[in-house]
């Protein structure tokens, strides 16, 4: 996966709470076991009417924030079930960070192992870049992944906790197929001790 080390991007507001997976990509595109092409029907049904048109309203069918690479979102981001498509369609839409007070545990481990940086923090902090967002094509906002820290538009910065693991893992663009690579060599040596030791194995 790519790696994630800073992050400046524009930032779209989602001020709903319990966004849950169906949300973020509904039932019927969970046909596919490809990570890529599943961007189109982020938000489905928040994006478009009945006869595919899009919905202007709608905060990512707004000009400005088209091509945004953070959002801004309310408690208990990722709820429902655990479908991992979630992360998937996010990514591929182009979002690779995602701001709120918390999110649902199988969907913020998600995250992490398919290269997007879920922030938790507390409400008051979430409202004040939920404000930064409303600015359209200004809400520009950097994340920096080694400082761990936001930085507004105006200047202002705000830190923030990550996991040490996840922290490596994401700044070398390492998921669980990588992080096993990583450890080839020494595969390779037990394999071929084993061999040796039990050759009608």
């Known amino acids: 996966m790519d790696k994630f080390t800073t992050l400046t991007g524009i930032a779209a507001p989602m001020p709903l709470i319990n966004v849950d997976t169906d949300m973020i990509i509904p039932k019927q595109f969970l046909k596919t076991i490809k990570r890529s092409g599943l961007g189109v029907n982020l938000f489905d049904e928040m994006r478009f009417d009945d006869d595919g048109n899009e919905i202007p309203e709608f905060v990512l069918n707004k000009p400005a924030y088209r091509n945004a690479q953070i959002l801004v979102a309310g408690d208990n981001f990722g709820c429902g079930s655990s479908r991992e498509h979630a992360p998937w369609a996010l990514l591929d839409f182009g979002i690779r960070c995602v701001i709120a ?51 507004g538009p105006d200047g202002g910065s705000i830190s923030f906790e990550v996991d040490a693991f996840r922290k490596h893992c994401l700044m070398n ?16 040596t037990f394999e071929a001790q084993a061999q040796q030791a039990r050759p009608w194995v």
């Open 101 to 151: 007070p918390s999110f649902a545990d199988i969907f913020y481990n998600n995250c992490f192992k398919n290269g997007i940086l879920p922030i938790v923090l507390p409400q008051d902090e979430v409202d004040k870049l939920m404000d930064d967002a409303e600015r359209g094509a200004n809400a520009v906002v950097t994340v920096d992944l080694d400082s761990q820290t936001i930085t």
């Open 173 to 188: 663009g390492l998921d669980d197929i990588g992080l096993t690579l990583e450890k080839a060599a020494a595969i390779d």
